[in-house]
């Protein structure tokens, strides 16, 4: 038995999610063309996303890791977004892809879109693995959209509970939240 089958089902399986990794890193390949690209990675939860997207984007790029919190280990926001660890380069002039895991309240986002608006970038664009609008606190426009789900508590492929269960291939929901 796979330590995860009392707790976690399968919500999309991983077929699904690498088939729709494909699909925008064709995206993204065609929209960024001739550009320099910088992968902005949202620590910890986008990792497993930003590494298989940038392998399906065919064209070099350089990749940045931003750390923030606003879960605290829960299941449910604080609202207080800070930021645990910076990008290591400067961000002006730069045409940068911030690769997140989830967008639900969109008040990380919005945190995370001003912050570097204010590094000057050349463009800023968002690439979110899932949106889940009935959580939706403030209205951000996702350029590059995995799957929309319902209010339900998700894991795996990056997403966590209690920082466990990143390491599954697929998205699963946790059983009983």
């Known amino acids: 038995m796979a330590f995860y089958e009392n707790e976690v089902g399968i919500f999309i399986t991983e077929e699904k999610v690498q088939a729709r990794v494909r699909e925008l890193g064709a995206e993204i390949t065609r929209d960024y063309q001739g550009k320099d690209l910088t992968l902005v990675c949202v620590l910890k939860g986008s990792t497993f996303f930003a590494m298989d997207l940038a392998r399906c984007i065919d064209l070099p790029l350089t990749m940045e890791f931003l750390g923030v919190s606003s879960y605290q280990g829960g299941t449910e926001t604080t609202g207080e977004v800070r930021i645990t660890s910076d990008v290591s380069k400067p961000m002006a002039g730069k045409h940068l892809l911030i690769i997140e895991d989830i967008i639900d309240t969109g008040l990380t986002m919005s945190f995370l879109l001003e912050n570097l608006r204010a590094r000057h970038p050349a463009s800023l664009k968002v690439a979110s693995l899932l949106e ?34 990143r390491n599954l291939s697929f998205i699963g929901r946790m059983k009983g939240k």
């Open 132 to 165: 889940k609008p009935a959580r939706a606190r403030t209205k951000i426009d996702i350029d590059y959209k995995g799957f929309v789900i319902d209010d339900v508590f998700v894991v795996g492929y990056g997403l966590d509970y209690a920082e466990k269960y």
